[in-house]
């Protein structure tokens, strides 16, 4: 029998209430490649962890995409929930495959969470430590976006992910090579964009017998007046910006270098530290934190009688980062997955607060809906209604 509408209308509301995520139509056609590659231009594969399975685990990315299930862990029960709705494409935090499968006998829930993704053509997506990893739109942004931290700065940045990239140009074709190495995401130092080297010089050559020169004729020595350009890129960017140099080069064969560099690359790395506008009573503090990411128990060290103002944060396992979080000046590093041993790591009056994997990470799903939402506003984006976190709290 049909409910009244009031009653209808009614459900209506609160369903818009409580996912005030998932209410948004499909009036878009798109492959499922194009919203993972997006994803990828915002959290490059390149920059997750080595032991990491970020990326396309099981579907087909040329597949039409119906409709975007997020969710932060990809369970049997969030799988349903995608085939219910009609969407065939998951986008999950943590890859539910992390190492090799040798059986598929529906033993594990792995196993049985996969196979039910396959038979029923559901794609699953993750952005793990490569989403955690990015200063700019990165899991840990979210949690001190969430915590009003100011002048947020990654804890631990990368090294030997940044390349110099050398070419020699005519000098009239310089800027234009400048520009399409720098549109295609060269040159950015810090808060610096569009920046470079230039040195004036002559190079020489002699074009053989089935050269088509820019400059020169065919069987004499050429000197020309060039530009060597110097700048500085993310590895994972390098063959973008590879390409576009050689479309915009005038020479049929551009001479040109790549370098690695050791320095560390400050927009990418592990956790985030940030300032909170006011000093803040730690008791207070945790308080907040307790009820703003709706954690049933935090562990912590001893506190301190000084206030809180410098954070440090992690989503998930951080503890790796006491170190960098005591060395950076940081009162307090809010993680997860601490062990009993590592809280005796932590120096006086410096805190160390574990809140809990799932709590901590539970806002990668708004920020994954945002981004999604924000690049393909009339896709079908909806947050899972499931509870995937497998700790509860007596």
Same mark, same amino acid.
């Given at each position: 029998?049909?409910?009244?509408?009031?009653?209808?209308?009614?459900?209506?509301?609160?369903?818009?209430?409580?996912?005030?995520?998932?209410?948004?139509?499909?009036?878009?056609?798109?492959?499922?490649?194009?919203?993972?590659?997006?994803?990828?231009?915002?959290?490059?594969?390149?920059?997750?962890?080595?032991?990491?399975?970020?990326?396309?685990?099981?579907?087909?990315?040329?597949?039409?995409?119906?409709?975007?299930?997020?969710?932060?862990?990809?369970?049997?029960?969030?799988?349903? &929930?995608?085939?219910?709705?009609?969407?065939?494409?998951?986008?999950?935090?943590?890859?539910?495959?992390?190492?090799?499968?040798?059986?598929?006998?529906?033993?594990?829930?792995?196993?049985?969470?996969?196979?039910?993704?396959?038979?029923?053509?559901?794609?699953?997506?993750?952005?793990?430590?490569?989403?955690?990893?990015?200063?700019?739109?990165?899991?840990?942004?979210?949690?001190?976006?969430?915590?009003?931290?100011?002048?947020?700065?990654?804890?631990?940045?990368?090294?030997?992910?940044?390349?110099?990239?050398?070419?020699?140009?005519?000098?009239?074709?310089?800027?234009?090579?400048?520009?399409?190495?720098?549109?295609?995401?060269?040159?950015?130092?810090?808060?610096?964009?569009?920046?470079?080297?230039?040195?004036?010089?002559?190079?020489?050559?002699?074009?053989?017998?089935?050269?088509?020169?820019?400059?020169?004729?065919?069987?004499?020595?050429?000197?020309?007046?060039?530009?060597?350009?110097?700048?500085?890129?993310?590895?994972?960017?390098?063959?973008?910006?590879?390409?576009?140099?050689?479309?915009?080069?005038?020479? &049929?064969?551009?001479?040109?270098?790549?370098?690695?560099?050791?320095?560390?690359?400050?927009?990418?790395?592990?956790?985030?530290?940030?300032?909170?506008?006011?000093?803040?009573?730690?008791?207070?503090?945790?308080?907040?934190?307790?009820?703003?990411?709706?954690?049933?128990?935090?562990?912590?060290?001893?506190?301190?009688?000084?206030?809180?103002?410098?954070?440090?944060?992690?989503?998930?396992?951080?503890?790796?980062?006491?170190?960098?979080?005591?060395?950076?000046?940081?009162?307090?590093?809010?993680?997860?997955?601490?062990?009993?041993?590592?809280?005796?790591?932590?120096?006086?009056?410096?805190?160390?607060?574990?809140?809990?994997?799932?709590?901590?990470?539970?806002?990668?799903?708004?920020?994954?809906?945002?981004?999604?939402?924000?690049?393909?506003?009339?896709?079908?984006?909806?947050?899972?209604?499931?509870?995937?976190?497998?700790?509860?709290?007596?």
């Amino acid at each position: 029998m049909l409910k009244p509408f009031s009653q209808s209308l009614k459900g209506f509301f609160k369903w818009i209430f409580l996912n005030p995520y998932g209410c948004t139509t499909n009036t878009l056609k798109m492959k499922i490649a194009e919203i993972t590659n997006f994803i990828e231009t915002v959290a490059p594969l390149a920059m997750q962890e080595s032991y990491d399975n970020a990326g396309l685990i099981v579907g087909d990315r040329n597949a039409e995409a119906t409709g975007a299930l997020i969710c932060l862990d990809v369970t049997e029960e969030v799988v349903d &929930e995608a085939i219910g709705i009609g969407y065939n494409l998951i986008i999950a935090h943590h890859p539910f495959v992390f190492g090799g499968l040798k059986k598929f006998s529906g033993d594990s829930a792995v196993e049985r969470t996969l196979i039910k993704a396959i038979k029923n053509d559901v794609a699953v997506y993750a952005a793990h430590t490569n989403l955690d990893n990015m200063l700019l739109n990165g899991v840990n942004s979210k949690i001190a976006s969430k915590l009003g931290l100011e002048d947020v700065k990654i804890l631990s940045p990368m090294s030997g992910s940044l390349r110099k990239i050398v070419v020699f140009v005519p000098t009239d074709k310089a800027e234009a090579v400048r520009d399409a190495m720098f549109s295609a995401g060269a040159g950015c130092i810090g808060n610096y964009s569009r920046c470079s080297y230039n040195l004036q010089g002559q190079g020489s050559f002699k074009a053989e017998e089935g050269c088509n020169p820019y400059v020169g004729e065919i069987g004499k020595t050429h000197f020309e007046p060039e530009t060597r350009i110097e700048t500085i890129a993310p590895a994972h960017a390098v063959g973008k910006i590879v390409s576009a140099m050689l479309a915009a080069h005038p020479y &049929e064969e551009p001479a040109f270098d790549i370098y690695p560099l050791d320095n560390t690359f400050d927009q990418a790395g592990s956790g985030i530290i940030g300032t909170l506008p006011q000093p803040e009573n730690a008791t207070d503090f945790l308080q907040k934190v307790k009820k703003k990411f709706g954690c049933g128990v935090i562990r912590h060290t001893r506190l301190p009688e000084s206030p809180i103002q410098r954070v440090a944060v992690c989503g998930g396992a951080g503890s790796f980062l006491i170190g960098d979080a005591m060395r950076a000046g940081a009162n307090i590093l809010l993680t997860a997955d601490i062990k009993y041993h590592q809280f005796f790591d932590a120096r006086y009056p410096f805190v160390l607060a574990d809140i809990g994997h799932y709590e901590s990470e539970q806002f990668t799903k708004e920020l994954f809906y945002e981004l999604v939402t924000g690049k393909f506003s009339n896709f079908a984006v909806r947050l899972t209604e499931v509870n995937t976190n497998p700790i509860k709290y007596v």
